[in-house]
């Protein structure tokens, strides 16, 4: 396997930490971003001149562009960009305030757009590159409790695949990497939670949130997996624009999109009554 430059936000804990332990393992030289001096020394401690850390705020947008100048410089041209630095939001959509609705965007969506935008005039001009992001299952599907945090990874759903449509022509791969359920923290301490305030939403919410609380430290996925999975993708000439990760994520994801499917086909007819007699076809 040819050696590469990985940069991935976020690899204190979690998905992040193990796709950067899986890229170093292969041996590849990673950049990742943390948030503190000690996060720093425990990721450069992993493989020391091989994994680089950087501290980094993703909703700093002048930060982010200038630490991918100063890697592309000091370390060298990146071939792997992975957006991964986000965090849930549990609440029902009525009793989760606005203002972290707008924090659950500026950080699962404005971080991740800042990073890839400041990586890909790089890749433009060498017209090679793969560039990542995390998204989750919950960008394919919707379940009650998460409407901020799936809001956020829809919508960069949406980003991604546009944009891998546009740099195509440059050589350039774009993924969205759609985990399910792993064994992170990402249903523990990183989780924010919104307060409860309305009783009208118990019967519906309280056991989903006590079971998510319940599987924390259980869930099915294996975090090194993923991470020897995202490197297998970073390695191939047609890697896919979508990574579904895990069985509960393929489940689910294929269970939501059934439904889809089904409204469109049920309501074609209706539909079709919105056009003029003529006109142009998108």
């Not at 804990?13 to 170093?24: E, K, S």
């Not at 890839?116 to 005039?121: E, F, G, I, M, Y």
């Not at 998204?135 to 991604?160: H, R, W």
């Not at 993923?226 to 579904?244: F, K, N, T």
Request: aromatic content about 6%; hydrophobic content about 40%; some cysteine.
């Amino acid at each position: 396997m040819q050696r590469q430059n990985w940069l991935i936000t976020g690899v204190s804990t979690g998905l992040g930490r193990a796709f950067a332990q899986a890229a170093l393992a292969a041996g590849h030289t990673v950049v990742g971003t943390v948030r503190s001096e000690e996060d720093l020394r425990a990721f450069e401690g992993l493989n020391p001149g091989y994994a680089r850390g950087r501290i980094l705020d993703v909703t700093d947008d002048h930060a982010v562009s200038d630490v991918i100048t100063e890697v592309e410089r000091g370390v060298g041209p990146l071939d792997v960009v992975i957006a991964n630095a986000g965090y849930g939001l549990e609440g029902t959509f009525e009793e989760t305030p606005l203002a972290e609705v707008r924090r659950q965007f500026e950080i699962n969506v404005f971080g991740a757009v800042a990073t890839l935008q400041a990586a890909l005039p790089h890749m433009r001009r060498r017209r090679r590159g793969h560039l990542m992001a995390v998204t989750s299952m919950g960008g394919l599907m919707a379940v009650p409790g998460m409407s901020a945090y799936c809001g956020s990874k829809f919508a960069l759903e949406g980003i991604l695949e546009a944009l891998g449509k546009e740099v195509a022509q440059f050589g350039i791969h774009v993924t969205a990497i759609e985990p399910g359920s792993f064994r992170t923290d990402w249903a523990g301490r990183s989780m924010t939670r919104a307060a409860r305030t309305i009783d009208d939403y118990d019967e519906l919410f309280d056991p989903i949130r006590e079971a998510r609380q319940k599987a924390n430290g259980n869930q099915l996925g294996n975090p090194a997996k993923a991470g020897e999975a995202v490197v297998r993708i970073a390695s191939v000439d047609q890697p896919p624009a979508h990574l579904v990760l895990g069985s509960d994520a393929l489940r689910l994801v294929t269970t939501a999109r059934t439904a889809v499917d089904e409204d469109i086909r049920a309501w074609e007819t209706l539909s079709r009554t919105t056009d003029f007699d003529e006109g142009a076809q998108l």
